[in-house]
């Protein structure tokens, strides 16, 4: 498994806003979708389903640095930066790929919930080893 999951999407028209450029609310839905792509890919979704748990995020936080336009093929990259004891940090980056530029970056903070509670719980030491973590000094 590789610990920096990268998939690419071509900006839909219906992600620009009035001013041209991808609204930001669409980075906030890309950034679940990689968190969900990767994951799958991961084992973790399957594992964490058979333990009777999910994943819910608690914040996210989001810096635009450039505009992203409709037909601009973005790379998305995300990985696992910590666990706490119920907490999990996954990081974003959104990279265009004609001119290798970063329009955005991000984090969510993850809660593990147990399903049957709705309350937050310990993440089981199987489900921290679906994913390698990524030290600062290695993000991308």
């Given at each position: 498994m590789e610990k920096i999951c990268r998939h690419t999407i071509k900006v839909p028209a219906e992600a620009i806003d009035t001013n041209g450029h991808v609204n930001n609310v669409h980075y906030i839905q890309w950034m679940q979708d990689a968190a969900v792509l990767h994951?799958?890919?991961a084992g973790c979704t399957r594992?964490?389903?058979s333990l009777g748990a999910t994943w819910v995020i608690r914040t996210h936080k989001v810096e635009y640095i450039q505009p992203a336009f409709a037909d601009d093929n973005?790379?998305?990259?995300?990985?696992v930066s910590n666990f706490r004891k119920v907490r999990s940090l996954r990081k974003y980056k959104f990279i265009r790929t004609s001119d290798n530029v970063t329009?955005?970056?991000g984090?969510?903070?993850?809660?593990f919930i147990d399903k049957q509670t709705g309350r937050p719980s310990i993440i089981p030491s199987e489900v921290?080893?679906?994913f390698e973590l990524v030290p600062e000094d290695q993000e991308p």
């Open positions: 994951s799958k890919e594992l964490t389903e973005i790379t998305v990259l995300t990985w329009v955005a970056q984090e969510t903070d993850w809660i921290k080893n679906t």
